[in-house]
C-alpha cells in the first residue's frame, strides 16, 4: 500500500498567499496546474519562435509536481523563505527532507521516475528557468487577479513580480506577456465580444 497519491491529493487544502488578503483563496494543486500549463506553454513558444529545443511535455509534469512538498511543509511565503540566505537555506534543506518523504512512499520500481519528477533533478538549468519562469507568472497573474477585483494587498508583489518579469532572459516569457497576459484584465463578456 503507498499513500503517495493520498498526500498528493492534499495538495488542493494547501492554501496560497497565507499572510496576505485574498478576495480568492487559491491553493496549490491549482497553482501547479496553472504552473504546468504556462511551463508547456512557455517551453512550445521558446521551440517554435525562439530556436528552443525543450520536451514541453517533461517540462509541464515537472511543473505539476514542483510544489509537492508543501503537502508537508505548507506554503512558506515569499518575504519569509527569502528574508536572508540562512533561512533560504534552511528551508531548501526542509523542502528536500519532505521530498525524500514522498519518494518513501512510491513503490521501489517506480522510485526512479517518480524521484526525477519529485525532485526535479532531471531538468537542465535551461528547464529550471523555464518551470521557474511559469511559476512566476502565475503568481503575477493571481496579482492581476486579486487587483482587478479591488484587493490593493497585492499591489506591491504586482509591481515586483512585474519588474522581475520585464527583466526576464527568456524571450517566451515577454511573448507570453504580450500575447496573452491582456486578456486577464478583461471580463469574460469582453473576451467573447474579440472572438
Known sequence: ??????????????TRWPLMHNVRIENV???????AMIAHGL????NCNFDGNYDAYKVAVIALFHD???????????PVKYFNKNIESEYKKIESVANERLLSMVPNELNLAYREVID???????????VKAADTLSA?????????FG???????????KRLISQHELSS??????????????SFDEMNREL
Do not use: W
Open 120 to 130: 526535479g533533478q532531471c531538468l537542465s538549468d535551461a528547464e529550471q528557468k523555464l
Open 68 to 78: 509537492a512538498s508543501e503537502v508537508f511543509t505548507g506554503d512558506m511565503p515569499t
Open 151 to 161: 484587493n490593493h494587498e497585492f499591489e506591491p508583489a504586482y509591481k515586483r513580480l
Open 173 to 186: 516569457v515577454h511573448y507570453f506577456v504580450e500575447s496573452y497576459i491582456p486578456s486577464f484584465h478583461m
Open 1 to 14: 500500500m503507498s499513500h503517495l497519491f493520498a498526500y498528493l491529493s492534499r495538495m488542493k487544502l494547501i
Open 29 to 35: 494543486q491549482e497553482h501547479s496546474l496553472q504552473v
Open 140 to 148: 503575477y497573474l493571481k496579482c492581476i487577479e486579486e487587483i482587478r
Open 43 to 46: 517551453a512550445l513558444i521558446e
